[in-house]
């Protein structure tokens, strides 16, 4: 079987769009090539994929709404941009959406948002309750507060850093080039397209390190380093270009277009692999029989109601040892509550968190994902 098939059995997509391709050389938004991606994301949401869009293009597109005909040199000059462009950059998308009845979010971040547990956790509960509800989210980097990606030009690593936050099964990373190619094809007419490859193959660093085109800044070094970083929580990344006639529909349809990166193992595995490597538990909660039951099955969530008591001191999103009433280990997980929450809803049935807390981060102590049977 073809690994394109891939991209036809997947349920939950990042699409990057890049700098280069959004904006009309510079003079702003591209809203036409916009509304065309719009009409096949929407097709996909249609077909009840859910899907998380990373676009860039706010400092080109605050350039042209401030009238500035050269990239400014400044950085407060550029983050001044950024947010200006941010505000046409939301409207269009939703503007584009409105047309297939379909709502947005707008959600700006930070890497260091997602290198915390707790932030982590909590944004992933935000897009998660989006996806829920069909609402399409459009992340940028938050350029008010972080730098990081108007001087390097890197949405590249936030789209993959979505990809691993939302567990996608792919990333696609639509630019201006139709894929990678073994040399950069803007200096080089002989540079032929890699079609497919593991993402860790090291033989294409030296192909993608061609540097970036004028308005883009990242090159396909970012996009490479992305598709590794995807691959950690194992989707696979196709980089391809933006202009190419109904791309989405036809990357979906399986078709061999744009360039291929493969993470070494599943999805699951990978996950799985994440969290046994995570070795320092913060606390340990004990479960009564039926839960121990429950977990040891595997595939299922733990529930408050299934813990008997709370040890250890641990914040949201840390690794907890859950433990049968004899101290044996069966499971390690991370928990959706802090040590203190934890003690006040352990034993309560799940309808009972918000009365005791007064909020809700989720109905179980450790959802099935974040859990491995030991
Ligand atoms: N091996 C390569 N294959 C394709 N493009 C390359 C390669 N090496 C460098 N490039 C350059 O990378 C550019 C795309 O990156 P970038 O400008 O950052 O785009 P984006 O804004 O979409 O992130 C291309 O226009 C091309 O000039
Ligand atoms: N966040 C900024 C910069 C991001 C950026 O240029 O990234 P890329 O699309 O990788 O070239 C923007 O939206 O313009």
């Excluded at 400014?72 to 009845?101: D, S, Y």
């Excluded at 069966?330 to 934890?342: I, K, P, Q, S, T």
């Amino acid at each position: 079987m073809s690994e394109r098939s891939q991209l036809r059995q997947a349920r939950r997509l990042v699409i990057k769009i890049g700098s280069a391709l959004l904006t009309n050389d510079g003079k702003g938004l591209d809203v036409a090539a916009l509304g065309l991606w719009v009409d096949q994301i929407a097709e996909l949401i249609d077909s009840g994929i859910e899907v998380v869009i990373v676009s860039s293009g706010s400092v080109a597109e605050g350039m042209s709404r401030l009238g500035w005909t050269t990239r400014p040199q400044q950085l407060h000059e550029l983050q001044a941009a950024a947010a200006v462009g941010q505000m046409g950059l939301v409207q269009t998308w939703e503007a584009q959406f409105k047309r297939h009845g379909l709502h947005t979010a707008q959600i700006l971040l930070t890497h260091d948002d997602l290198s915390d547990r707790k932030r982590y956790l909590n944004g992933r509960s935000t897009l998660r309750a989006l996806l829920d509800v069909g609402v399409i989210p459009i992340v940028n980097e938050n350029d008010t507060v972080v730098t990081d990606e108007i001087r390097f030009g890197d949405n590249d690593t936030l789209g993959a850093l979505v990809a691993n936050l939302i567990e996608a099964d792919g990333l696609i990373i639509l630019t201006d080039q139709v894929g990678l190619f073994d040399k950069d094809p803007r200096k080089h007419a002989d540079a032929c397209l890699v079609t497919e490859r593991k993402a860790a193959d090291a033989e294409l660093d030296a192909m993608a390190g061609g540097g970036a085109g004028a308005l883009g800044r990242g090159g396909m070094l970012t996009k490479l380093r992305a598709a590794r970083l995807a691959a950690r929580s194992g989707a696979f990344t196709v980089i391809v270009g933006g202009r190419i006639e109904a791309v989405i529909t036809r990357l979906r349809q399986g078709e061999v277009i744009g360039t291929l990166l493969l993470p070494e193992q599943g999805r699951l595995a990978a996950r799985k692999q994440w969290l046994a490597s995570h070795l320092q538990t913060r606390g340990r909660l004990t479960l009564d029989d039926g839960a121990v039951n429950v977990v040891r099955l595997g595939g299922r969530s733990l529930l408050p109601v299934g813990v008997k008591s709370v040890s250890g001191k641990f914040r949201r999103g840390e690794m907890v040892s859950c433990v049968d009433q004899a101290g044996k280990e069966v499971a390690r997980g991370l928990v959706n509550y802090d040590a203190e929450e934890a003690r006040a809803i352990a034993g309560q049935s799940s309808d009972r968190i918000a009365g005791v807390l007064g909020y809700v981060c989720g109905e179980e102590m450790i959802h099935r994902d974040n859990l491995v049977v030991v």
